[in-house]
């Protein structure tokens, strides 16, 4: 089924489907209702004082300062909510203050809103790459804003709130865990953690993914745990992590291969990659992909931070919370439901009558991967809403348009997998492992 419909999809239509959408990192339009500190990075006086004025008004304690370093200093040393930062600023510009702010609080963590003049599409797109939540061109439009700063509270709110809970059973470094001893935490959501751990059984080192107690876990939750579990144990790839043990005692979890390295979304921060190492690493996730989907496994949340790069430069893809396993019942998504994340969704992902989803929507998201490795940025940006709106209506820039040294076939490839119609793009993995290899 193609995506049929050439009609340009409105706003209003995105929106009224982006309230069904479940994302991973959480979603919620419950508003702020307690005083929050917010952090007002300006070297413009003028701009200060209006700004922190009206927010003081509404409620909320500000901090001002006119220069990135002292910026920095606030953000490390206070307890700020969030931050609305200018980019062009004495001492420490502000691109530079958010790189250091990540190195130190993650988006949900400390949410950052660039409060800027530069209005360029490049200058929003570098901004978001280097993880701000938000971008405002000046002159402010102040409801518009502080509807937006709002949202980012509350939303780091909820995180913190799950994080918070989750903590409180947070394994320890040193701490047994059945036969297993817990060597360090590597990441947590608000529904579990993975830990590197030692495996006594096996003599090395593995992977721990666990579901947190204390949480109020809805069935579907548990299931799309164990679900997860069940289709990484079913594929035998070397770029796919290995199950080696499914347990339901004394909590839910799993242990799997431990990959030493930084997941690609890390690396391209850096912005593009290598052109022979892009399609080296797209070949082998293709070839992954081939082997999931032969046993009837579809991802439906690949994306650049769920592919690991180890040591040796060998990526290695993870993070099955979404598969689909096509012998089963399709019972833990509501209909009307959209699962994944906003710049990997395909088309039918954001819309059904867009197509099915099956293979071919796993080979879309890889083809934003691609596009990602080759210019640095994904192929659409901005709001979620924006996002799932340019995927129905628009096709992005080539890739030599942002980067002139990408070869024309391999735009081609890039561009075959990004098409919106089902039947333009590669009909199977393997199909675009072979186009790919071609050019080895």
Known sequence: MGFKSPQKWSIRVILSRFRRIRFLNGWSSVNSQTKAHILIVDDNPYNLEVLSRRL?????HTTCVDNGRAALEHI?????????????????????????TRDYFSKTELPVIMVTSKDESRDVVEALNHGANDYIVKPIDFP??????????????????????????????GEKFGTYLVKGKVGQGGMGAVYKIYDSSLNRIVALKVIL???????????????????????????????????????????????????????LKKGAMDIKEAIA??????????????????????????????????????????????????????????????????????????????????????????YEMLTGQPPFSGTAIRILWQKLNQMPKNPSEINPSVPPELERICMRALSREQDLRFQSANEMYNALASLV
Do not use: W
Request: charged share 30%; proline share 4%.
């Open 213 to 267: 107690p204390g949480q109020e876990l809805s069935k579907s939750q548990v299931e799309r745990f164990k679900r997860e579990a069940r289709a990484i144990a079913q594929i035998k790839h070397r770029n796919i992590v290995s199950v080696y043990h499914i347990e339901e005692h004394p909590r839910h979890y799993f242990t799997m291969d431990y990959i030493e390295g930084d997941n690609l979304s890390k690396t």
């Open 56 to 60: 003081d008004r509404r409620g909320y």
């Open 76 to 100: 490390k040393s206070e307890e700020v909510d969030i931050v609305l930062l200018d980019i062009m600023m004495p001492e420490m510009d502000g691109m530079e203050v958010l790189d250091r």
């Open 281 to 370: 690493i797209c070949s082998k996730i293709a070839s992954a992909l081939n082997t999931a989907h032969s046993k009837g496994i579809l991802h439906r949340d690949l994306k650049s931070s769920n592919i690991m790069i180890d040591t040796n430069g060998e990526p290695h893809l993870m993070d099955f919370g979404l598969a689909k396993l096509e012998s089963e019942d399709e019972q833990i998504t509501r209909t009307g439901d959209m699962l994944g994340t906003p710049e990997f969704m395909s088309p039918e992902q954001v819309d059904p009558s867009c197509g099915e989803v099956g293979p071919r929507t796993d080979i879309y998201s890889l083809g934003v991967i691609l």
């Open 144 to 173: 518009v804003a502080l509807a937006r700063i709002e949202k980012e509270l509350s939303q780091s709110r909820e995180a913190g709130d799950m994080s918070r809970s989750a903590n409180k059973f947070s394994l320890k470094d």
